[in-house]
């Protein structure tokens, strides 16, 4: 219509200063969460949380004991052991939202849910985005025909995506970044230059300030040990969300919470955890949906 019109328009550009702005009003303040959940009649303590007994937290000076403890501390983003990565302000899927100027060229590692729709984000408001994974295909745990349309439709839109192949050093060089990239399998590396880093390859659970020793709760790689109602192996204590790294979605920690709740005044007469129909969803352009069994899962099971 402006061509018609005799309108010459550009193409779309981002100020990322007024985005951020505009995604601030859609946010409600920590001091807000707080001052809804004490009007409600909940009493809130502000520092960090460490067992001394089974039963009893200390918050800084305070004592505070009860008989059911639900443990919600959620996870962090990980960091894989690149050299050189201590003397990089990398981003995370949080702190890459407070950015208020666009990054040139943005890295990402990891080609997960959070490192593709982060990429093609960026890369549509006009970063030269590369992806890097060290896994076969993007997108794991999806159908793999889907993951494929998908990294086909992303390579088209001008994404470079490397697979199999893991970012072993970042330096700083010429008022630059360049990663060195190491293929899986062995072979030959390569060097690209980036001015952000983006890191998406994996989450870790916030366990170290706990305490956790004092109470004799069990963990293991991914977190605490919990059953399939979130309790752990000490009686009245339970942990729910990414904290047990069961599977680590928003939706599943409601889900998780719901069940450790209910088992709290109902003990085992409420349902147990079944993540055999978990739905999932990558909010990238095509959208990757999935539910249940993937097509390789289904064949494996016969």
Known sequence: MASKLGIEVGPATTNLAKTKAWKETLKKPQPKWVEDLQATGFDTYEGTAS????????????????????????????????????????????????????????????AGAVGLEFGQTFSRFGSKVTIVDALDE???HTDLHAAMELREALTDE??????????????????THVATITPREGGMEQEIEFDRLLLASGRRPNIEELSLDAAGVETYKLGIVADERMRTNVPGIWAVGDVNGQAQFTPVAQYQARIAVEDMYRPGEGPAADYSVLPTAIFTDPELAGVGLTQMDAEEQG
């Open 158 to 175: 001008g994404i470079p995506i490397i697979l199999g192949s893991f970012i072993t050093k970042v330096a700083a060089r010429d008022g």
């Open 51 to 110: 067992f001394v007994a089974p039963h009893t937290i200390r918050v800084g000076d305070t004592e505070l004991t009860a008989d059911k403890i639900l443990i919600a501390t959620g996870s962090r983003t990980a960091v894989p052991p690149i050299e050189g990565i201590d003397e990089i302000d990398w981003l995370d899927h949080i702190t890459a939202l407070e950015l208020e100027e666009l990054p040139e060229s943005l890295l990402v590692v990891g």
């Open 138 to 140: 993007i997108a794991p």
